[in-house]
């Protein structure tokens, strides 16, 4: 979501990069995901890779599942049911327990629903 606000008191610094719709910025101890606005940016699709991921596993059956820097777990939605394109996991000391699913964009699908399978996956079935 886009939001707009106006204020007599604060300065403010307005920030657009080309070509790149989402992008983070750090702001003292978190990362902020931004959005550019505006007609002419295309939004580009999330895309993890093994050379940017802090690891890598795989599984059989689901595929390859990368971290990312927030330690979030990501992997292609095979069945891609209700225009998911990713499953976002959270790493637990038995192994990755589904958070949400992420349309092409990377954002999560809060109001989704998640069936059964593959809502947890134990560490002792990923390889990597």
């Known amino acids: 979501s886009t ?15 080309d070509d790149i719709h989402t992008y983070y910025v750090s702001a003292q101890d978190a ?5 550019n606005s505006g007609e002419d ?14 690891n890598v596993k795989k599984h059989n ?9 927030k330690g979030y777990w990501w992997v292609r939605d095979n069945a891609g049911h209700g225009g998911s394109t990713w499953k ?6 038995k192994g990755l327990e589904w958070v949400a699913d ?11 629903h998640k069936g059964d399978v593959g809502k947890f996956i134990s560490w002792k079935d990923l390889r990597g």
Do not use: P
């Open 31 to 35: 990362d902020v995901l931004v959005h």
């Open 61 to 69: 059956k689901f595929g390859t599942f990368y971290q990312d820097r």
């Open 102 to 112: 992420a349309d092409k964009y990377g954002d999560w699908m809060k109001s989704k």
């Open 88 to 93: 976002v996991y959270r790493g637990t000391s």
């Open 41 to 54: 940016c295309e939004r580009g699709l999330w895309k993890i890779t093994a050379s940017k991921a802090k």
């Open 3 to 17: 939001r707009k606000w106006t204020s007599d008191n604060q300065r403010v610094h307005n920030l657009t990069v």
